[in-house]
Every structure is written in structure tokens, then in C-alpha cells.
């Protein structure tokens, strides 16, 4: 597994108020990536509560991989959703037939399709109401202007006892959740405090959501059974999964 120290970068630490230990366990979740497949550690995250959420086989155990995975009865009857590419495993959940990928393009009318690559806005979805089994996202919540409308569309699609698998960015430390930006109706982005973006801090996609010990909670208030796997976030281990599902 290859741990690159340098991932952070150091303007996004500032921003961001990281020690020095937490910038290490930031570094790690998004590096020591897979000799074999080249994924990252939170991707191997996603993969391995996706492969423990939904066994496989008589009696049902967790298959070895995704590879594996994708190629049982069980998982090629899925309608599965990916809402923004999950890199180290995109490729794999490909093969699915029941897999919907979308992403968010800046501009685009949620459903039309730009390059090959149907468009979706988390805050207005265009799917059918219960037409997923499994919504996966990665990095993606955190980035969503408006949090609440995103939770309701996820749920919306979502079939009774559907589920949410995924990550966003925990501190430890933080209580509580709250807006870090606001975006306004005439396009403009309204911070409050220092404007963060990632991955670079200065630049990439801004932040409108900080993440903290509360969050659980909040996803249970929106209607979600929810567990937390890998343990709470501490300055050694960031890469916590969601799993929510629809009651």
C-alpha cells in the first residue's frame, strides 16, 4: 500500500485547522492505495461494507471482491445508482446491469446527457420515485448546497429498505454540523468564514458543509436507519462508511 504523506495540501490544511496527526490520517484515506487495483483506501472502505451489506450465495457469505461481486445473481439484480464517479471502483461497478451513473456538471439540466454521461443534481434528482436498491456517493454530500433537499431526494429514490453507502469528511473534534457556505439565488457563494475547496483549498469544488460528531444523528432525523462502520472518527482513523437505510 503506498502512503503519501504530501496528499494534504498545506493550504488546505490551513484553512482547515488540521494538526499535524490529522493531516496524517487525511493522507491515508486518500492514499495507501491497493498494489493490485490501485484504489484508495477509502475506496476500499466503500468496498468492503458494500461486499458485508449484501452477501452473496446459499448460505450468504462476503464474496472475496467487488470483481467477484458484480458477477453474482444477487448483485446483477441491484438497480444501483452511482451519483458521481467513486474512483477504484467505478470501473468494477460497471459491469453491473442495473448500474445508473450520473454525474453533476456545472450547467447541465439534470437528466440530459453531455458526453456520453447522463446528469444529475443531487438537490433535484430525475429518477423515479423507489427506483434504487443502493445509492452509492463518496466526497460528494459535503459539497451540495442545499444538505436537506439531498438527503430527500436520496430517500425518494430509494425503495423501502434501500440503502445509502457512503463517505464524507468527519473531523474529529468538531460536535456539531454546520454550514460552512451558502449559495445564493444569483449564483454567488456566501461564506462564512475562510471559503474551502477541495481537494486544494484554494481550488476545486467548495464546501458548503462541515461534517461533525452529530451527523449520525442528523441522518436518523432524516428518515434513515443508519450505522457507522470503521469506527468514530479519531485523529488515527478518518475513513468511517454510512450505510443508511430507508425505513
Known amino acids: 500500500m503506498l502512503y503519501q504523506a504530501s496528499l494534504v495540501p498545506s493550504r488546505l490544511a490551513e484553512l482547515w485547522g488540521l494538526a499535524p496527526h490529522w493531516i496524517e490520517a487525511v493522507a491515508r484515506r486518500e492514499s495507501c492505495n491497493c498494489a493490485w487495483c490501485g484504489a484508495k483506501l477509502r475506496a476500499r472502505r466503500i468496498a468492503r461494507v458494500l461486499l458485508e ?8 457469505t462476503s464474496a472475496a471482491s467487488v470483481a467477484a461481486w458484480v458477477r453474482r445473481a444477487e448483485a446483477q439484480r441491484l438497480r444501483v445508482a452511482e451519483i458521481n464517479q467513486i474512483e477504484g471502483l467505478h470501473d468494477v461497478l460497471r459491469r453491473l446491469p442495473g448500474l445508473a451513473y450520473s454525474e453533476y456538471q456545472e450547467g447541465a439540466e439534470p437528466g440530459t446527457v453531455v458526453a456520453g454521461i447522463r446528469c444529475e443534481n443531487l438537490t433535484r434528482l430525475t429518477y423515479p420515485d423507489e427506483s434504487f436498491d443502493l445509492v452509492l456517493t463518496s466526497e460528494t454530500l459535503e459539497h451540495v448546497p442545499d444538505l436537506d433537499a439531498a438527503l430527500r431526494e436520496i430517500r ?38 475562510p471559503l474551502i475547496h477541495h481537494p486544494g483549498g484554494d481550488h476545486g469544488y467548495p464546501v458548503f458543509t462541515e461534517f461533525g460528531a452529530d451527523w449520525p444523528d442528523l441522518l436518523r432525523d432524516a428518515g434513515f436507519e443508519t450505522t457507522v462502520s470503521l469506527g468514530t472518527a ?8 454510512f450505510v443508511c437505510r430507508k425505513s
Not at 429514490?157 to 445509502?164: D, K, M
Request: proline share 15%; glycine share 12%; aromatic share 6%.
Open 53 to 60: 451489506t449484501y452477501p452473496t450465495g446459499d448460505p450468504p
Open 234 to 241: 479519531s485523529g488515527e482513523e478518518l475513513t468511517q462508511v
Open 156 to 193: 425518494r429514490i430509494l425503495v423501502p429498505g434501500g440503502r445509502h453507502i457512503f463517505t464524507v469528511p468527519v473531523l474529529p473534534d468538531v460536535p456539531a454540523t454546520y454550514a460552512r457556505a451558502q449559495l445564493m439565488p444569483d449564483g454567488t457563494i456566501v461564506s462564512r468564514g
